[in-house]
């Protein structure tokens, strides 16, 4: 079997869907990672080539029984997307601070893990592609996201640590700054108002994020910004 | 009882200690809070005004026996200083993963405990400043510090989404970033042959977090770096 | 004539030469500018569907007669790339003044220049690209390089007022970082110990630009940083 | 003469003259540098221990004969602030691009000159500060501010090379970003509206200057930010 293999966390109808597909539509064959053991089934479905493997990144022994199905049906990723995340909005006082707790398990800790079980692996082969997806809370903290910025602030910062480690051994490691509102179906119900102009489209992000992982070895890009053409910044 | 009360976590004998005398010096009461409740009495034995409240910042619980003991006994801390920290040394390969969550407990939640806690009446005086200290790992993830960068990180934005929020409503958070080695024992047996100039003393931190807390209010400083005039950065 | 233009200014054997073959790949009619006339008529001969527009960009009537010559003949440009520069080496005292001023005229005046030419088109065409490429001088000011490093921060933040007001008008304009030395003989020369993979090369420099010049809409760049997988930063 | 000496660039009625005045009561003797010969008159006349020098601090020559009669007169300066500035308003296409020019000769070209006359001496005598006023242009390149951002940028990262070199010869170099709109007559006029909150007052950034002059030399900031606490940044 000499296709690649991509692994995918987070895959829900938006930007994990797309980033899917995006892969299959690259010759990989791809591993969906996500809680939503039914969502998945449904996109295995729909999307030829692609895997479902329900799964909280949280909880390492969970990617690790992932992991092993994954080597073991498809073969060892060459890319790695984290792409799940616990969001939350509210001031350092509106906010149950359990949330806080819950969202750096998922959107930090959830990459560390899956660092630890695949990077290795990657580091063995020289090559090999970490990519985590992010927004502008990772580098500024708005007081109504007191329960999400800090943890994408860690999440990125862990990402340049990884970086900087795995690096030099060929595995590119890159953190994707999302500065824009996704276009997915809850988001244009919540912006009805808005032009099409306004949204970045899941597929262009997974254009951009399939470049990436593929960028030739001199000349890697580890902060990664997208936008709108419209956003103001 | 006209003194105004600073409470300061994470006491031990050097930033923590320097912070206590200075605000001392400065005509507050000072509550110590740390877990080692020997080390603090000892403290409490050595610095006239100081008092010692054995305290676990990671645990919303042990915040609160201790918040209601020091505004009975001293009154509402006017400042809050956010020292303790939990730190390790690693690659995200090398470290125990529960290390990068336990540093999170102390660093992020024990800033979000405190300030749930403290700034509220803040707010309800319209004055108060709560301030945490950093280094520069809250700016960059260096491959050796993957289970301690990314919480600083957090505790940064963490901060930035507090002060966003109290800022406007009369209460001055701020992050130093202190970029050196601290001059203390166990920092001066490991760097031996170091010069003087090497060092950032705790005094010097201890006068500008002094400084920091009682600004004007129409010239707040948020960020805040500090580092010997030798520092290479 | 169905051809898209591309303009690169600082066209020399380097990335300046690499930017002109990949665009020319690309189905570009490349206008190449530079000072040295015998240069680049020697390019001229060497790629075809290149063309020698000899021209100091710091200087705007120079630029308003190489911009007619090359409308009259390839037409509009859809891409313009700054990528002329002007360098120094020494600290502060070290430096005759005059450097950082004439390094400012090439760098931010040259981008300012070109900008006031070539992107009203691109506006009344409602498409089009500015990248401009500089390195992590424009960040970052090293004691060595005071006659140089100023000039690039005012070029990434010139950049950026022309990309938000040029942006939700059509027209993308980036800044690419380039933390490396470049692949070129006379780097090669200086870092003679250095393996291969020290540098950038500049067909990957290239196509990093040319993928920038294409992105959807919906997903643009303004900050690039590309760094060769050895690079520490 | 016991006195100390301090050099302020830019004397007008706003934050020079509250730095001159701050200075006089911190007893130093003061060099007001200023273009306007009759405004820098009348401030002698109301600022006991302040002397005037007429001087365009865009001509190293003009510096220098101002720098030689201030020694003559006062003593070599242990203090110099560049808090001259030139401005602009308008997007890249409205403004005169002699108008960046300019503010480049100004901003960054007179901090330049200023240091090479003033340093050295410091430099000798192992003790001294060249403090910057900025703004937060000089990290952000708004669409209207083309003419003036790209010359703080560039002013704040020549700051940052001289600071490199010369604060391990004990040189304190720091730059301030004031990201507020001082409050002085004609902004008053302008922000009508705006509470008092709004505004900075040049007393509490003449407190702050004269703070960052005095730092221990174990804990100097290069980065200072300030703003008044209803600032939303």
């Known amino acids: ?29 791809v591993a969906m990672l996500a809680r939503n053991a039914e969502r998945l089934a449904k996109l295995e479905t729909d999307i030829a080539g692609a895997k479902a493997y329900p799964c909280d990144v ?6 690790d029984t ?13 890319v790695v997307i984290h792409n799940a995340v616990g969001g939350a909005f509210g001031s350092f ?11 750096f398990q998922t959107n930090a800790m959830g990459l560390l893990h899956l660092a630890r079980r695949f990077v290795p692996g990657m580091i063995t082969r020289g090559a090999g592609a970490l990519i985590a997806t992010g927004n502008t ?3 500024r903290g708005r007081a109504s996201f007191a329960g ?3 943890t994408k602030a860690a999440q990125r910062i862990l990402a340049e640590a990884i970086a900087r480690d795995a690096g030099p051994k060929g595995v590119h490691v890159a953190y994707v700054v999302i500065d824009a509102v996704i276009d997915v179906p809850w988001t244009r119900e919540r912006f009805k ?6 949204f970045i489209k899941p597929s262009a992000i997974a254009d951009e994020i ?24």
């Open 148 to 150: 999400f910025a800090p």
């Open 58 to 63: 949280s909880d390492p022994r969970q990617i």
């Open 193 to 198: 108002e808005r032009p099409d102009s306004f």
């Open 210 to 233: 399939f470049h990436l992982a593929h960028q030739d070895k001199s000349a890697w890009s580890f902060n990664v910004e997208i936008r709108p053409f419209g956003e103001s910044w």
């Open 1 to 29: 079997m000499s296709e690649k293999v991509c692994v995918v966390s987070g895959v829900g109808p938006g930007t994990g869907a797309a980033l899917t597909r995006r892969f299959v539509a690259g010759d990989y064959r």
């Open 93 to 103: 006082l509106e906010i149950d601070p359990a949330v806080l707790n819950q969202n």
């Open 66 to 78: 992932a992991a092993a199905a994954i080597e073991r049906e498809l073969g060892s990723p060459a």
């Open 137 to 139: 809370s990772a580098l």
